[in-house]
């Protein structure tokens, strides 16, 4: 079933659909709600942007979409097909094939180069050819401004220039889709101005581009600008 969706994705600009989805957690002996009947569409070539207050539960919408976290009731549809009842196998495969993740923490192995940290998810992949690694790892480093730093250790880099080896690494398997949880948290301004700026980048070329951010700064780039209040997802007006 995910590689008749994988088929698709040439073929549709409609990426994510969530359909009145819901996500508690039990605590102790209480349940607590952390998202309530949230209904959204993403689309391909696009910027969103998902803000809120610390513990609203961005960062759960963020792992339901990456299909990491299950929900409670409503409907998840990805290319059109409902995946909600998908076995572990299943969202794996469709994770690895089509959804990147930048983290606010980087999440580099400090032991590896940079290229080597952009191999990584290739590795998993049997569609790249292993004799093709390093050389699509290097592209896609040159891609986000760092062709002089493809053999430098991450303690060799900056805070930016880190995160763009993150960045290089979310491409590493071209998916259509980019989820980025406060990417731009631990980096100054300049820094901050310089990832948003990539991002927009890949909308631009036709990547869905979701990012869950608490500065301000994310709202000069977005397409689209959502904040979660009480666990239940509104738009932006700005």
């Known amino acids: 079933m995910s590689e008749q969706i994988i088929d698709r994705l040439e073929k549709t600009e409609h990426i994510m659909k969530l359909d009145h ?40 919408l963020v792992n339901i979409l990456g299909l990491i976290d299950s929900f409670d009731i409503g409907k998840y549809e990805l290319y059109g097909t409902n995946v909600s009842n998908f076995k572990d196998i299943e969202l794996s495969n469709l ?8 983290f606010q923490g980087f999440h580099l192995n400090p032991t590896l180069k940079a290229y080597e940290n952009v191999i ?34 991450p303690n060799e880099l900056s805070g930016g220039e880190q995160q763009r080896v993150a960045i290089a690494r979310a491409l590493a398997n071209n998916p259509k889709i980019i989820l980025a949880d406060e990417p731009t948290g631990n980096l100054d301004e300049k820094h901050e101005q310089e990832i948003f700026h990539q991002l927009k980048e ?7 581009v979701i990012v869950v951010s608490h500065s301000n700064e994310v709202k000069k780039y977005a397409d689209r600008v959502f904040k979660i209040v009480d666990g239940t997802l509104v738009g932006d007006d700005r």
Do not use: Q, W
């Open 21 to 60: 989805v819901s996500k508690s957690y039990k605590s102790k002996n209480r349940i607590v709600k952390v998202l309530s009947d949230i209904s959204v569409d993403f689309h391909s070539h696009k910027f969103y942007a998902i803000m809120g207050h610390s513990g609203s539960g961005k960062s759960t």
């Open 202 to 208: 890949l909308s631009n070329i036709g990547k869905c």
């Open 120 to 153: 990584v998810p290739m590795l998993i992949n049997k569609d790249i050819n292993p004799k093709e690694r390093k050389k699509r790892a290097i592209e896609l480093l040159t891609s986000v401004g760092l062709k002089e730093r493809v053999d430098h250790f």
């Open 95 to 102: 994770r690895m094939k089509n959804i990147g993740f930048i």
